[in-house]
């Protein structure tokens, strides 16, 4: 694997620059090799992978180790079937090693420049001649401007800096924000010992079990694409009324709408339950409103109520965060996402990959998606030789 630091101070030119090392990154990288274009890849951070390092202790992936796998290589069967965050960085680093990838090279922007692209990073600008721009779309944590929010006198932290439950031991915690993350966060405080432990809900979220009967969730995301649509709402709330106790009286009423119609209208991916379930049961976790605001030391909650809890964890998701990288470049809809991705160029030798929220699993609809990215620009380096 490249190291930091090692390159001449001058422009450097390659054929092909990837700038993430995540997993859609690496695919990309371990195709195009495949395919003899050998591209360099670029990570702001200090490892292959190294976003998930800093996601909380306690993540496991949502996906079965069998379909969580980048191609040519298959996840250790030691690691489990719900493979740890340790253990899937180990592996991206198994991953990286035949691969050319530089590490602490966070990359500020892409310019056009001639016939090629330009690349300013950390470590000196670079010349490509093809760029594949693989950051994620949780590339930025989010956290909204609630009026007097920056007036809360008690602790607010995005989910991104949460680790584990030792420092909210014995404290009032609301979590904002039932999404994955969020339902995770909530019953980990509840359980490594939090005074209390609040989950502030907007939308009734959709929850499906993790696997039902061994059967993974992640397969019926993938069969989704393959149903009638008209199918899909019906068989998911027959699943959820089977699979999920009515949590109506805890206050997470089950949706009006199914799985298919939520992600369609929202982007967002279904709950799948690794505790969440039995915490609101037993009363582990509360179910609050949703946030309208702060003032002072309390939280206002959008049915009129207030709480004051001594910390806020706004798990309330992520920005791309492409503005200052392409921004410039008219390629970005209004929701700061790519325009073209997965297989079409943005503009020539421009391309985006795993951006596309999906239900059939983030590593494996990655993977698929950087077979494409790579057949096409391994294609356009043909046709340039």
Not at 38 to 64: C, I, K, Q, S
Not at 131 to 160: K, Q
Not at 282 to 289: H, P
Request: net charge neutral; glycine share 12%.
């Amino acid at each position: 694997m490249g190291t930091a630091g090692c390159y001449d101070p001058g422009v450097e030119t390659r054929k092909v620059a990837i700038v993430g090392a995540g997993s859609a990154g690496l695919a990309t990288a371990a195709l195009l090799r495949r395919a003899g274009a050998e591209a360099l890849v670029l990570e702001a951070g200090p490892e292959p992978g190294a976003a998930w390092r800093e996601r909380y202790d306690r993540l496991r992936l949502h996906t079965p180790r069998l379909l969580s796998g980048l191609p040519g290589l298959r996840i250790p069967r030691r690691y489990g079937r719900w493979v740890s965050r340790d253990d899937l960085l180990a592996y991206f680093h198994e991953y990286a090693a035949p691969l050319d990838v530089r590490t602490d090279a966070r990359v500020e922007r892409i310019e056009r420049d001639g016939d090629a692209w330009r690349l300013d990073t950390g470590q000196g600008p670079l010349s490509a001649q093809a760029v594949i721009v693989a950051t994620g779309y949780n590339g930025a944590p989010f956290v909204p401007d609630w009026p007097g929010r920056e007036g809360f006198t008690g602790e607010l932290i995005h989910s991104s800096e949460y680790r584990n439950p030792a420092p909210f031991r014995g404290r009032d915690v609301l979590v904002v924000g039932a999404g994955n993350s969020g339902a995770e966060i909530a019953t980990d405080v509840a359980e490594g010992g939090a005074a209390r432990s609040r989950l502030s809900v907007r939308t009734p979220p959709q929850i499906v079990r993790r696997a039902t009967a061994g059967i993974p969730a992640q397969l019926i995301g993938m069969a989704i694409r393959h149903l009638p649509p008209d199918w899909v709402d019906p068989v998911s709330k027959t699943l959820r009324k089977l699979s999920i106790p009515d949590l109506a009286a805890q206050g997470l009423p089950r949706p009006e709408q199914g799985v298919r119609s939520a992600f369609v209208a929202t982007g967002t991916t279904p709950i799948l339950d690794v505790g969440i379930v039995a915490a609101v049961r037993r009363g582990l976790v509360e179910i609050v409103a949703a946030v309208a605001g702060f003032d002072g030391a309390e939280v206002l909650l959008v049915d009129g109520s207030r709480i004051d809890p001594d910390a806020v964890i706004a798990a309330t998701g992520f920005r791309a965060g492409l503005e200052g990288l392409v921004g410039h470049l008219g390629v970005l809809d209004p929701r700061g996402l790519p325009t073209h991705t997965d297989g079409e160029p943005a503009l020539p030798g421009l391309w985006f990959v795993g951006f596309v929220p999906t239900l059939g699993g983030q590593l494996r609809e990655g993977s698929i998606a950087a077979a494409k990215v790579a057949d096409a620009v391994a294609a356009s380096l043909r046709a340039a030789a």
